[in-house]
Structure formats: C-alpha cells, structure tokens
C-alpha cells in the first residue's frame, strides 16, 4: 500500500488543517486551502477583497470608467470626475437615416445601396428610380453618354 503523507498539502484554514493532494493557493494571501476553504469568505483573508475587488461606474457624459473603493459611495466619485475638469461630454452622432419623405429607416451596411444614377443612399426599399426622388447628375450623365456614344462606334467599326 503506497504511504502518500508526503504528498500534498495541509489546509492553512486554523480549525481545518486537512492534508489535501490539490491545494488551492488563494492568490492574495498566498496561504495553501482546502476545497472548502479556498474562497477568500471561507478562510477570512484579509487580503482578499482589496487585491481583487476592481469596481467602476461609468460616466454618462464621456463614457469613462471610473475606478472606486469598496464601499465608496458612486455618487460622490462621479461628483468628484465630473468636477475634476477631465470629464468631457461626446457628441451622439444621429444615425443616418433614408432622406425619402417620410421614410425613417436607419442606414446600415447591410441595408443601404446608392443609387447608380443620382448617387444618393437610400434604405432597400427606395432603392429604384421610381421609388425616389432621382435627379440624375449632369457629370453621370455626360459620362455615360461617352460610354453609349463609344459603344455605338465600336458596333459601327465591326
């Protein structure tokens, strides 16, 4: 029979002292535990809460985080961001959106096409000449004037 009281180790917690083949090392205090022991509430670290306890409230002006204790009221620490000088207010862009009366649609990527004779974006449902206001414009036109006018020549040519 193998003898593994040389194997692992014993709980750190002062009532437990339980020999454990995988002991859990709590990464604040750094004291070897049990598995009923290892959480920072179990075996009271003093350490625990402060090592790894990260809050944060965020601005709703400039969408900063704001770092504060445990404890500390959010209240205050905004009061005191918003009067350090540091916190600036973002513009809120207004999403684009299709310019056919009475059309509310969001432009998106996916839901948009310009219009290959005005040029103009417009949501999928305006996306025909018919379904919007299309003036074409006088540098497409004459372009593409030149492309009929050089295609009727190359049909002459051959």
Not at 5 to 14: E, F, N, V, Y
Not at 97 to 120: A, D, M, Q, W, Y
Request: proline share 6%; glycine share 6%.
């Amino acid at each position: 029979m193998a003898n593994f009281s040389d194997c692992g180790k014993h709980c750190s917690h002062p009532y437990c002292n339980q020999q454990d083949l995988l002991p859990f090392e709590c990464d604040a205090c750094g004291k070897a535990y049990c598995s009923h022991h290892f959480s920072y509430d179990a075996h009271d670290c003093p350490k625990g809460r402060q090592a790894t306890d990260r809050r944060v409230i965020v601005c709703p002006l400039c969408s900063l985080a704001i770092p504060h204790a445990h404890g500390e009221d959010e209240n205050e620490v905004w009061e005191r961001h918003a009067a350090s000088g540091s916190c600036v207010p973002k513009q809120v862009a207004k999403p684009n959106r299709c310019p056919v009366k009475g059309c509310r649609e969001k432009l998106t990527f996916s839901n948009s096409c310009n219009c290959g004779t005005c040029g103009i974006k417009v949501c999928l449902k305006h996306r025909f000449e018919d379904q919007h206001d299309c003036h074409p414009c006088p540098s497409q036109k004459q372009h593409g004037n030149s492309l009929l006018q050089q295609f009727a020549q190359l049909v002459k040519v051959s």
